[in-house]
T-cell receptor, first 114, second 113 residues
Framework: KQEVTQIPAALSVPEGENLVLNCSFT??????LQWFRQDPGKGLTSLLL?????REQTSGRLNASLDKSSGRSTLYIAASQPGDSATYLC?????????????FGTGTQLKVEL | NAGVTQTPKFQVLKTGQSMTLQCAQD?????MSWYRQDPGMGLRLIHY???????DQGEVPNGYNVSRSTTEDFPLRLLSAAPSQTSVYFC????????????FGQGTRLTVV
């Protein structure tokens, strides 16, 4: 069974800091990894999708990397802003007997303070 | 584009009542899934569908039924609500190709009293 761990569970940083969020998984036979953002009381917004054959993806101040051999992905946020405050979730897509499924980590709650 | 639409956004039920959470997508996606999100537990898969007429159970299917009569709609039914089903429910969809992005609805916050 795929286990997905996100550390830390919560993080508070001052504005302007560069930071790294971690996602670890036990089964490296994945097809892609997707990072989401979730604001309080809201749905999930997709940030980045990394295919299994890729090492990293970038979008603006966000950079996500994937190392399947070590079972790790990181989300790098440059020059953090208060608007980045949210919960960040990683999700892995893997083929199963009945199709393909997403398995989620429990998330990292980020607070960026002025 | 509407994307994935869930209704209602909020619902309060009494124990034993039944209800249906609606999910519709307008992207012609083959895959649709229902998740529940509870504090400290992350998102857990309830049921999923790989196409019209095909459904299967996820991690936590007990107490829930689904059907998929069309590509667009994937309703989740609670037959006899229990307080343990108090949660936030999310519907997701994605195309049949493997290396594709998943899209989520805005969620339904359900309270069972």
């Amino acid at each position: 069974k795929q286990e997905v761990t996100q550390i830390p569970a919560a993080l508070s940083v001052p504005e302007g800091e560069n930071l790294v969020l971690n996602c670890s998984f036990t089964d490296s036979a994945i097809y892609n990894l997707q990072w989401f953002r979730q604001d309080p009381g809201k749905g999930l917004t997709s940030l980045l999708l990394i295919q299994s054959s890729q090492r990293e993806q970038t979008s603006g101040r966000l950079n996500a990397s994937l190392d399947k051999s070590s079972g790790r992905s990181t989300l790098y946020i440059a020059a953090s802003q208060p608007g980045d405050s949210a919960t960040y979730l990683c999700a892995l897509k893997k083929i199963t007997g009945g199709g393909n499924k997403l398995t989620f980590g429990t998330g990292t709650q980020l607070k960026v303070e002025l | 584009n509407a994307g994935v639409t869930q209704t209602p956004k909020f619902q309060v039920l009494k124990t034993g009542q039944s209800m249906t959470l609606q999910c519709a997508q307008d992207m012609n996606h083959e895959y649709m899934s229902w998740y529940r999100q509870d504090p400290g537990m992350g998102l857990r898969l309830i049921h999923y569908s790989v196409g019209a007429g095909i459904t299967d159970q996820g991690e936590v299917p007990n107490g829930y039924n689904v059907s998929r009569s069309t590509t667009e709609d994937f309703p989740l039914r609670l037959l006899s609500a229990a307080p343990s089903q108090t949660s936030v429910y999310f519907c997701a969809s994605w195309p049949g190709q493997l290396n594709t992005e998943a899209f989520f609805g805005q969620g339904t916050r359900l309270t069972v009293v």
